[in-house]
């Protein structure tokens, strides 16, 4: 049997994906957040190639749930992507109204073919369009990274013949596990304000 989580990857495909994942992005939470601490989720890719999809389907997923928690803060859904021509505007924008948020940012990436299909969570901004060669800027206190396919030769091919039924499951699992994390922690804050 495959181990499910190696290090800070989970298997999406595995039966407690969710339980998994949600339980790492609460522990680098609990690591990076300060108290009343604002929060921004920045979910960055296009909705105009399949493999780069990620970022925005895991905004639209969790937009209706984030009203939910004072403090929390989307960019980028299907409606609103952001991307390679808008992500210094989005940076600048973070820096000028949320210059003391807690950023956590998601995107696709491309890996060896034991990995596709794994989700990865690390304290440390990602590089976005690594994969494909762009030269854009660092974002993010935490980053979430899917392995949505393979990197090789001709990567922009590559993404556009991404399985979107893969990128499909995997924004469910960290929609539903970034969500999970939320709710157990504003719970907990929740409760120790009423002690």
């Known amino acids: 049997m495959i181990d499910i989580v190696t290090n800070n990857y989970v298997d999406s495909s ?39 999809s990620l970022g925005p389907l895991v905004g639209y997923k969790l937009k209706p749930h984030i ?60 590089k976005p369009g690594l994969g494909v060669n762009k030269n854009l800027p660092k974002i993010g206190h935490i980053s979430i990274t899917g392995v949505v396919n393979f990197k090789g030769i001709m990567e922009y091919m590559i993404l556009q013949n991404t399985r979107l039924s893969l990128v499909m499951h995997m924004a469910d699992i960290i929609a539903k596990s970034l969500n999970r994390a939320l709710f157990k922690l504003f719970n907990s804050n929740y409760k120790k304000e009423l002690t």
Not at 28 to 43: G, R, T, V, W
Not at 88 to 113: F, H, P, W
Request: hydrophobic share 35%; net charge negative; glycine share 8%.
């Open 14 to 52: 595995c039966p407690f994906a969710i339980t998994k994942f949600s339980n790492l992005i609460i522990k680098y939470l609990e690591e990076n957040l300060e108290d009343s601490q604002e929060i921004i989720i920045l979910c960055i890719g296009t909705d105009r190639s399949t493999g780069d």
């Open 67 to 126: 009203n939910s928690y004072k403090g929390v803060h989307l960019m980028g859904t299907l409606d609103e992507p952001v991307h390679a021509k808008n992500l210094n505007e989005k940076i600048r924008e973070i820096n000028t109204y949320y210059n003391k948020a807690l950023v956590i940012a998601i995107d696709a990436s491309l890996g060896s073919m034991d990995r596709i299909g794994y989700i990865n969570v690390r304290k440390g901004p990602l």
